[in-house]
């Protein structure tokens, strides 16, 4: 019975999780192809800025460039994990246990890093509304998906 309620709760928070990790992809998605367009220009007859970084991004701060990056990382693995989760809660046994926990924590690790270059984001301000979007989720992120990983590990032990 208490295998079942955690069952749900995972359940809920891979659901959880998979919307964000969308909206994540979709809002990095955006600001990738917005640094691309809007980016510098190197070709023949232009010199490089002072300050040039491979990683500009015409919105945001000096952070944005790393966080939208990672961002976009943790989105995918994010995504990818979930589907193993979903695998994972479709059999429930202990055969699925390990390819659901083991992506988790590699999507949590790289949502931790994105979350990092968030708070640096925060920490020097100049950011848009979308970039505080994306930061709020990935602070979101880092806790939910922590909270999923301890309800399969919770539920694997329920049952031993």
Not at 73 to 97: D, I, K, M, P, Q
Not at 104 to 119: H, N, Q, R, S, Y
Request: glycine fraction near 8%; include cysteine; proline fraction near 3%.
């Amino acid at each position: 019975m208490a295998g079942q309620q955690m069952k749900n709760v995972a359940g809920l928070l891979l659901v959880l999780n998979l919307c964000m990790y969308i909206i994540i992809l979709g809002i990095g998605s955006w600001a990738m192809n917005r640094a691309i367009d809007h980016g510098f220009i190197i070709g023949p007859g232009f010199d490089l800025p002072a300050h040039f970084s491979p990683i500009y991004f015409p919105m945001g701060n000096a952070a944005t460039g790393f966080f939208v990056m990672f961002a976009l990382l943790a989105g995918v693995v994010g995504a990818a994990s979930a589907l193993s989760g979903l695998n994972h809660l479709r059999s429930w046994n202990a055969e699925s246990l390990p390819s659901a926990a083991t992506a988790a924590l590699i999507a949590w690790t790289l949502t931790v890093l994105a979350m990092g270059f968030a708070c640096k984001e925060i920490e020097l301000r100049i950011r848009n509304a979308r970039l505080r979007t994306m930061e709020s989720f990935l602070i979101i992120l880092s806790a939910t998906q922590l909270l999923y990983i301890a309800a399969i590990h919770g539920a694997a032990l329920i049952r031993i």
